[in-house]
């Protein structure tokens, strides 16, 4: 199995392709087929993808994939769980059964990628709605005594959807907030009430994802850079291999020349202070374009920029090489943050709303929590599709799990809103 190249963290894999593609090829005329193995980088997430995978060197006979994940989850947490059987089966179908490449994982976590101003809406997942929804069936799990919530394994796999959760809202959130801002710069339109608010929620999602790794010991950026220095044997050793392990993870190279190639959004410490060092001088220059009425100098802004990155490079601050907090209650405080109250909306059935409103942005989520929340931040937003576009819509089945009551195609309106700007 051939992974990312730079260990990249998401979510992904083709978990029917490993399942048949090993026996099919031992079994075809003439096979040369000698043993399975697999690239050692990213190898620290996607446990059941990993474990199909070395598994499939001592099967030569086809069986139930949908059997086998449900086994693989009572392996893992030791106990035969409702929800965290719900959260499995929605990841293998809507996670581990894809087809991806590099570009795949460059579009799964915007944050850790050179701050910009607007995403492509061409690059996009179609599952983010699906994450969201495991993160919540293993929040349940824990709530309802289904599972230890201390146990090693349970907390790792929750931080984890955390942590791609954190990087689905981030991208909903920047198209929203991009789109708001490019009203501005190409428009000429005052939109400092919608900038300035979803600039803020940028920042503070960041900052709360790093609070979410901080609880679990494989999520710490502090293990990586002293692991490193371990090796040192002289003062000049340590400074050169805390140098390397802090220049491999961000610029990899002294100008950058594969920037962010094996960038880290699940590492804590990095995230935080890097990645949120980085946006933070991103949206200061946003926010004072929009509040002043100038363009960006984006000259200042690259010089600025690449002082930071340099800086934290050359940093010898120390980070925890030890959690800290409880991985369940602050996963479930950050999945009720993150979710607006659609009790707030009028639900015009089956009816869309056309004429003079015009699109703010298409989310990579068609959970009206979520929607909620982003149309609750922009005071431009009258409401929202709950289907969105049609290559946003997983299912019906996964549909009718998170709005039962609302049909498709239906239109949620703010009533307080009057502007002509709507989400999708």
């Known amino acids: 199995m051939l992974l990312i190249f730079g260990g990249r963290r998401g979510f992904y894999g083709n978990a029917t392709r490993l399942a048949t593609g090993p026996i099919d090829d031992l079994a075809a005329p003439g096979s040369t087929m000698v043993g399975i193995g697999a690239t050692p980088e990213a190898t620290e997430m996607m446990p059941p993808i990993f474990d199909l995978l070395f598994e499939m060197g001592w099967r030569s006979k086809t069986f139930d994939l949908n059997v086998w994940f449900r086994n693989f989850a009572q392996r893992r947490y030791g106990v035969d769980s409702p929800s ?8 293998q179908e809507h996670v581990y059964n894809m087809q991806y490449n590099y570009g795949t994982t460059k579009n799964l976590c915007w944050f850790e ?6 995403i492509d809406p061409q690059n996009r997942v179609n599952n983010a709605t699906a994450i969201l929804q495991a993160f919540r069936l293993f929040i349940t799990a824990a709530a309802n ?39 501005f710069q190409f428009g000429g339109v005052n939109t ?12 503070g999602l960041i900052a709360d994802l790093d ?37 491999q993870i961000t610029l990899w190279g002294p100008d950058g020349e594969i920037n962010d190639y094996a960038a880290k959004n699940g590492y804590q410490g990095l995230v935080g202070d890097y990645y949120g060092g980085r946006w933070a001088i991103h949206q200061q220059y946003i926010d004072q374009s929009v509040v002043t009425g100038q363009q960006v100098n984006w000259n200042a802004y690259s010089a600025d920029l690449t002082r930071f990155q340099w800086g934290w490079n050359t940093n010898t601050s120390l980070y925890p ?4 907090g409880n991985s369940f209650t602050t996963a479930a405080a950050f999945a009720q943050k993150y979710t607006g109250n659609p009790a707030n909306y009028q639900v015009l059935t089956n009816t869309d709303i056309e004429g003079s409103y015009v699109d703010i942005a298409q989310a990579w989520h068609v959970d009206t929590g979520v929607l909620t929340w982003l149309c609750d931040l922009d ?29 498709s195609r239906s239109f949620l309106v703010r009533g307080s809103c009057v502007d002509q700007f709507r989400l999708w």
């Open 84 to 91: 965290l059987a719900a959260a499995t089966a929605l990841m």
């Open 113 to 118: 990628n050179s701050p910009q101003v607007w």
């Open 145 to 183: 005594n289904e599972v230890d919530a201390t146990l090693s394994t349970f907390r790792y796999d929750l931080v984890d959807l955390g942590r791609q959760v954190a990087c689905n809202l981030f991208a909903d959130l920047l198209a929203v907030h991009g789109s708001e801002y490019q009203r």
């Open 192 to 203: 400092t009430a919608s900038v300035l608010p979803t600039s803020a929620a940028l920042l």
């Open 211 to 247: 609070k979410l790794l901080y609880t679990h010991d494989d999520f710490l950026v502090g293990h990586w850079i002293e692991d490193a220095k371990a090796w040192a044997a002289t003062p000049a050793d340590l400074a050169l291999l805390e140098l390397n392990a802090r220049n």
């Open 321 to 324: 090489t030890s959690p800290s």
């Open 379 to 407: 005071p431009s937003c009258v409401g929202f599709n709950t289907n969105g576009f049609a290559p946003l819509v997983l299912d019906s089945n996964i549909t009718s799990i998170l709005a039962p009551a609302l049909p």
